[in-house]
C-alpha cells in the first residue's frame, strides 16, 4: 500500500520534484510502522522515482532535458520489441480492437482539446501493446520508463501539431501489428518514440515549458 500510494503520489505532483520524503510524516499518513515504508521508498530509489542523497534522505527527482533525452533513447528500444513481439502474436484481433478504440478515443480527445485525457489514452496504448508482448521484465522495466517520463511534467502532446501526427504513427503502428509485421510493426513503433522525443527537445530547447 506504501509503494503505491508513494508511486502515485509522485506521478500526480501530489509530490513535487525536489521535494523531500520523509519516514515519520508518511507512517503517519498511511497508518503503517516505519519498516513498510521504508521498504517502499527503498523500491522507488531502485525503479529511478526517488532518489537519496547521502544524510539529507529521499527526494522526488528533478528529471532535466538530459533525462528525458536519455529516458526517450531507451524507451524507443523498449517499445520496439514491445510491438514486434505483439505483432508475432497468432491472434492480434482483440488486441487490434482495443487499441483502434483507443485510438478514436485519442482522436475525439484531441478534438476537445483534452490534454489530460489524451496523455492517459497514450499511456494506455502503449501499457496495451506492452500487456500483449509476454514479457514481464520488459513490461515493468517499460512501464517505469513511462513513469520516469512522466516525471518530467511535460510532454511532447503539447508541441504544436505533434498531435496529429502522433495520431498518424499510433494507426501505423496498429496496421503492422493487425497484419502480422513484426519488423514493421518494430520500425514504426521506434519511430513513434524518435519522432515524440525529437519534437520534445526542439520545443524545449526553444524555451517550451509545461503548463
Known sequence: MAYGELRRAILTGRLAPGSH???????????LSATPVK?????????????????????????????????????????????????ALPCRDGLATRLTELLDAQAAA??????????????RFHQE????????????????????LRLGRTTSARVPGRLDAA?????EIIEAIATGQPQQAERA???????????????????????
Open 167 to 171: 495520431l498518424a504513427e499510433h494507426g
Open 21 to 31: 520524503v520523509s519516514v515519520r510524516p508518511l507512517c503517519e499518513e498511511f497508518g
Open 39 to 87: 521498504v517502499a521508498l527503498t523500491a522507488l530509489e531502485r525503479e529511478g522515482f526517488l532518489v537519496l542523497h547521502p544524510h539529507r534522505g529521499f527526494f522526488v527527482p528533478e528529471v532535466d532535458q538530459e533525462d528525458m533525452r536519455e529516458l526517450y533513447e531507451l524507451r524507443e528500444v523498449l517499445d520496439g520489441i514491445a510491438a514486434r513481439r505483439t505483432a
Open 129 to 148: 501493446i506492452l500487456a500483449a508482448a509476454g514479457n514481464g521484465r520488459l513490461r515493468h522495466v517499460s512501464e517505469n520508463m513511462i513513469g520516469q
Open 189 to 211: 513503433a521506434r519511430r513513434h518514440v524518435r519522432k515524440s522525443a525529437t519534437a520534445l527537445d526542439r520545443h524545449l530547447t526553444r524555451g517550451g515549458q509545461a503548463s
Open 110 to 123: 484531441v478534438a476537445a482539446r483534452d490534454l489530460a485525457g489524451y496523455s492517459d489514452l497514450d499511456v
